[in-house]
């Protein structure tokens, strides 16, 4: 939880606290349109083409298992909120090994956006160029959104406030106009309709429900991210209302941005589309309803988005690192903070890395990028399983401490029980898949070798601190 800082000392570091910056605003942008990534407006394209219709299905429940994700971290992160979140809670529940692993996998899993963003981002400004190579826009891009993560944790929420409101006005946006269109109010430019479009094209599921359980993979990971508020508040003057307000939010924020605006586009584009997932499903749609400039509109969104969830990928990432460093699980020299109360250290060290993996992808052969992309695959279902497994545990521990929870997940434990079965299953189901198989060995390769080296460091420590206990007393 964020303390009052220290006096200054120092124009570079002061101590290793940090600031309450966060307006309540800002917190409330981020937690309504931190869920909106490019995965909705170009992923979501593939996961219609390969399920059909029935991808609606994919999309509730993927947006139900987050909602319950986020109950169990919220009770968690309402009762201690901290800027680690989830890696301090598993710290305290599970063990330290798992507050370890699980930090730095999370830490990998944006550092890894980072490229990927910067990459995106970098396309289309070069289509729009072509004179500026990509790689020099994905390096001008990560660093102005470094820049603005050095200052204060205020600059990172005024940016990611605008990027947000500019996310949500093109969602409603599109809603409104695709509902205008169902109804017939655009004249000449009238569509068929859910039911309609569905019976001509093979029916709601003409795939079979095979392609809904790979869609349903997909889906969750669109919704990676949506956890960042809870590390975000942190670093807001009322963490626990700032948390509760967002967590209760998650259930219609889904139920918008993303359900309804994908029965949206399955209500007006055949599934079985042939540029559907060549041009991404919202520019499709605009297509369809003949608006001028479709591609140009949605290259626009997508650029805020990709801008918004980079710029997110460099805050976390940073804070994720501070925090093991806090804790003693990263270098400790990541936790000092400048006068104005921002990890610098860590938000240097976490884009080093970022820009590293851009030349990688530039530079280097294609195989060492998309390996590198692998070992991240499975880690949104490795977050939430932590999350589950923790609030199991830490509500133990709460209550035995005579805290009183104000904020709860509901039906517990056996909801609880029944998400960490349902995530158990997806990836055993990933593991049966081609598509999925190399991602989640190249996980849990990594996973294993974080493990190892904190089970390593931790012993390491434990025979230090023996020893000089032992010496202590010899001298005695």
């Known amino acids: 939880?964020?303390?009052?800082?220290?006096?200054?000392?120092?124009?570079?570091?002061?101590?290793?606290?940090?600031?309450?910056?966060?307006?309540?605003?800002?917190?409330?942008?981020?937690?309504?349109?931190?869920?909106?990534?490019?995965?909705?407006?170009?992923?979501?394209?593939?996961?219609?083409?390969?399920?059909?219709?029935?991808?609606?299905?994919?999309?509730?429940?993927?947006?139900?298992?987050?909602?319950?994700?986020?109950?169990m971290l919220g009770e968690m992160a309402v009762a201690s909120p901290d800027t680690g979140s989830f890696s301090t809670y598993a710290n305290r529940a599970i063990g330290q090994w798992a507050g370890f692993s699980i930090g730095w996998l999370y830490w990998w899993?944006?550092?890894?956006?980072?490229?990927?963003?910067?990459?995106?981002?970098?396309?289309?400004?070069?289509?729009?160029?072509?004179?500026?190579?990509?790689?020099?826009?994905?390096?001008?891009?990560?660093?102005?959104?470094?820049?603005?993560?050095?200052?204060?944790?205020?600059?990172?929420?005024?940016?990611?406030?605008?990027?947000?409101?500019?996310?949500?006005?093109?969602?409603?946006?599109?809603?409104?106009?695709?509902?205008?269109?169902?109804?017939?109010?655009?004249?000449?430019?009238e569509v068929?309709?859910?039911?309609?479009?569905?019976?001509?094209?093979?029916?709601?599921?003409?795939?079979?429900?095979?392609?809904?359980?790979?869609?349903?993979?997909?889906?969750?990971?669109?919704?990676?991210?949506?956890?960042?508020?809870?590390?975000?508040?942190?670093?807001?003057?009322?963490?626990?209302?700032?948390?509760?307000?967002?967590?209760?939010?998650?259930?219609?924020?889904?139920?918008?941005?993303?359900?309804?605006?994908?029965?949206?586009?399955?209500?007006?584009?055949?599934?079985?589309?042939?540029?559907?997932?060549?041009?991404?499903?919202?520019?499709?749609?605009?297509?369809?309803?003949?608006?001028p400039y479709a591609k140009l509109i949605v290259d626009i969104v997508v650029l805020v988005a990709v801008a918004s969830c980079l710029n997110s990928a460099i805050y976390t990432a940073s804070r994720m690192m501070f925090s093991l460093a806090k804790r003693g699980d990263a270098p400790k020299a990541l936790k000092a903070t400048t006068a104005a109360n921002v990890p610098r250290r860590a938000v240097l060290a976490s884009t080093a890395i970022g820009f590293l993996t851009i030349a990688i992808n530039y530079f280097a052969p294609e195989a060492v990028f998309a390996f590198l992309l692998a070992t991240s695959g499975a880690v949104a279902l490795l977050v939430y399983l932590v999350i589950a497994v923790s609030q199991l545990r830490m509500r133990k521990q709460l209550i035995a401490n005579g805290q009183e929870l104000g904020f709860k997940m509901w039906l517990y434990p056996w909801l609880t029980w029944l998400v960490i079965i349902f995530i158990t299953a997806a990836?055993?189901?990933?593991?049966?898949?081609?598509?999925?198989?190399?991602?989640?060995?190249?996980?849990a390769v990594l996973a294993l070798v974080i493990v190892a080296t904190g089970v390593y460091t931790k012993r390491r420590s434990s025979a230090a601190h023996w020893a000089q206990s032992v010496v202590g007393n010899a001298q005695r």
């Open 1 to 71: 939880m964020s303390q009052t800082p220290h006096p200054v000392h120092s124009a570079t570091t002061e101590g290793s606290n940090l600031s309450t910056g966060l307006k309540q605003r800002h917190v409330t942008m981020l937690s309504i349109a931190g869920v909106i990534g490019a995965g909705l407006f170009v992923g979501s394209g593939h996961a219609i083409a390969a399920a059909g219709p029935a991808v609606l299905l994919s999309y509730i429940a993927a947006g139900t298992l987050v909602v319950l994700v986020m109950r």
């Open 109 to 189: 899993f944006w550092v890894l956006v980072i490229p990927l963003e910067a990459i995106a981002a970098a396309a289309i400004l070069h289509a729009w160029l072509p004179g500026i190579d990509t790689w020099m826009f994905a390096l001008a891009i990560t660093a102005l959104l470094t820049i603005s993560n050095l200052f204060s944790v205020a600059k990172y929420g005024e940016f990611e406030f605008w990027f947000a409101l500019s996310k949500v006005v093109a969602i409603m946006a599109f809603i409104i106009l695709a509902a205008v269109a169902l109804v017939g109010g655009l004249p000449g430019r």
């Open 192 to 291: 068929e309709g859910f039911v309609a479009t569905m019976s001509a094209n093979g029916g709601f599921a003409p795939n079979g429900y095979g392609p809904v359980l790979g869609a349903l993979l997909t889906t969750m990971f669109s919704f990676m991210g949506t956890e960042i508020v809870t590390i975000a508040a942190a670093e807001s003057k009322n963490p626990s209302q700032q948390i509760a307000k967002a967590t209760n939010s998650v259930i219609w924020r889904i139920g918008i941005f993303y359900i309804v605006s994908i029965f949206m586009v399955v209500s007006i584009v055949p599934w079985n589309d042939a540029q559907l997932s060549v041009v991404g499903s919202y520019q499709r749609a605009l297509e369809f309803l003949q608006i």
């Open 427 to 443: 990836l055993c189901l990933m593991l049966t898949l081609p598509k999925h198989t190399y991602e989640v060995a190249s996980t």
